[in-house]
């Protein structure tokens, strides 16, 4: 059996997080709702800041050459973590024992120093991973090629744009030969031919018996990837072991909160909370609300939501993924595509989507939401939001319900023979 290289024993985190006041025009609403979210959550409130408990006793370890996929909801403390595996930040308690060198790439903005130019970063990540200059000078052409920066080595990477940025990182953390990888979100910054090229390297990084650990929504991903997996829920480990177990685990886990915990309290969501998605429906051509979908018929999605800001708000983006069992993405919709604004009254209203001629074949489905104000603001994102049905619909007006299998994209063509 191969070596240990990393263990982690009751690591937490604790985070003092400044105490909000409800909105003036929310009392009951918000006294209930943060009533009901204290008593569910971790937090324990004190006078003016609450302790907020990011990860709790979170315990595994890791032999040389194993690839762990960490998965989880939003919010359910994967970066955090990462960030206390990279000595970003400190445990509030626990310990944490590795053997060897990390290179991590975290969020966009860690790890660079920004004044310096992206030749200068190369060699001050290689030095703080304990290279010397010489063997720095012998990768540094293949990260340069790698990351595809010729052209701006001697711009400093403030002025990168992230995927620029992640590229450069990236290459940095793959090719300075660290015994350990960590690889948080940040790849879905990237284009996704730079995003595959990643995910080759790090197999690469793989099979030649150094550690990985990556975090991603993308079970597609993680299940190709990765040999184990650690899930987290609430700061807690609920899962830890192979990886397509691991995934199981998640999807199931994840199915149970869209079908008991409403929209409005849940708390795997991002954001600035200014508005909350409340609810979610699905309306057939006469209005009725609906639970299974049939493909190839018209249907309004429904998005609920509470605003608390008091204001009504204008140019709001509301978009929507589809996105099958494993988390690969299948449809993108956002009002911005077709130029629709969005106004937000200001205490609850809900907006509407219409779909004509679904193109779902059969199968369940997930759809993330996601409401922003303006391009800047994140104003509710969640990830996991809800669950679709599809089932026996007549796409093609053929009597053929349901059919074909195994795809989900469905579209009318048009033959002839020449
Ligand atoms: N610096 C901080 N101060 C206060 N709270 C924080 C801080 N960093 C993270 N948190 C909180 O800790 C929890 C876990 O955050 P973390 O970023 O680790 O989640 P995550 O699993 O990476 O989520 P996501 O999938 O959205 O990236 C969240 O509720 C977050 O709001
Ligand atoms: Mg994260």
Redesign the pocket.
């Known amino acids: 059996m191969s070596n240990l290289v990393l263990q982690v024993e009751n690591l937490s985190?604790c985070?003092?997080?400044a105490h909000r006041s409800n909105a003036p025009n929310f009392l009951l609403r918000d006294a209930i709702a943060s009533s009901v979210r204290s008593w569910l959550s971790r937090k324990v409130r004190t006078r003016s800041t609450e302790s907020?408990w990011?990860?709790e006793d979170v315990s595994f370890s890791l032999r040389e050459g194993d690839r762990l996929g960490v998965i989880?909801?939003?919010?359910?403390?994967?970066?955090?973590?990462?960030?206390l595996l990279s000595r970003i930040?400190e445990p509030t308690r626990g310990q944490i024992e590795i053997l060897g060198r990390v290179a991590s790439l975290l969020e966009v903005g860690t790890g660079f120093h920004p004044e310096l130019t992206g030749r200068e970063n190369v060699y001050l990540n290689g030095a703080i991973l304990g290279m010397s200059r010489s063997e720095i000078r012998r990768k540094f052409d293949e990260i340069v090629q790698f990351a595809e920066v010729e052209r701006f080595l001697d711009t400093p990477v403030k002025r990168y744009s992230s995927g620029m940025y992640v590229r450069l990182a990236f290459a940095v953390a793959a090719h300075l030969e660290p015994e350990i990888l960590i690889v948080?979100?940040v790849l879905a910054v990237g284009d996704t031919q730079f995003q595959q090229k990643c995910l080759n390297k790090m197999e690469d990084v793989g099979r030649e018996g150094r550690t990985v650990l990556f975090?991603s929504?993308n079970m597609q991903t993680i299940g190709a990837l990765c040999n184990r997996g650690v899930v987290?829920e609430g700061?807690r480990v609920a899962f830890n072991g192979e990886v397509q177990q691991a995934i199981e685990v998640y999807l199931e886990n994840s199915y149970q909160v869209i079908r008991q915990v409403p929209l409005l309290e849940r708390?795997?969501r991002?954001g600035s909370g200014r508005v909350k998605i409340s609810s979610f429906r699905v309306l057939d051509s006469q209005g009725q609300a609906v639970e299974i979908l049939k493909s190839g018929l018209d249907y309004e999605f429904e998005f609920g939501y509470v605003n608390y800001s008091g204001q009504i708000l204008e140019n709001v983006i509301v978009s929507f993924a589809i996105l099958d069992e494993r988390g690969q993405t299948i449809l993108l919709l956002r009002t911005s595509f077709t130029e629709s604004n969005v106004v937000l009254n200001s205490s609850l209203g809900v907006v509407r989507g219409r779909l004509n001629d679904l193109p779902l074949a059969n199968g369940s489905y997930r759809l993330a939401i996601f409401f922003s104000y303006r391009e800047s603001e994140v104003l509710d994102y969640l990830?996991d939001a809800v669950s679709i049905v599809v089932e026996g619909g007549d796409f093609f007006g053929t009597g053929q319900v349901g059919l074909p299998q195994k795809c989900k994209l469905l579209m009318k063509a048009e033959w002839r023979s020449l």
Request: proline fraction near 0%.
């Open positions: 985190k985070y003092q997080i907020f990011a990860l989880g909801r939003n919010g359910a403390g994967k970066s955090t973590l990462l960030k930040t948080d979100e975090v929504h987290l700061g708390r795997d991002s990830q």
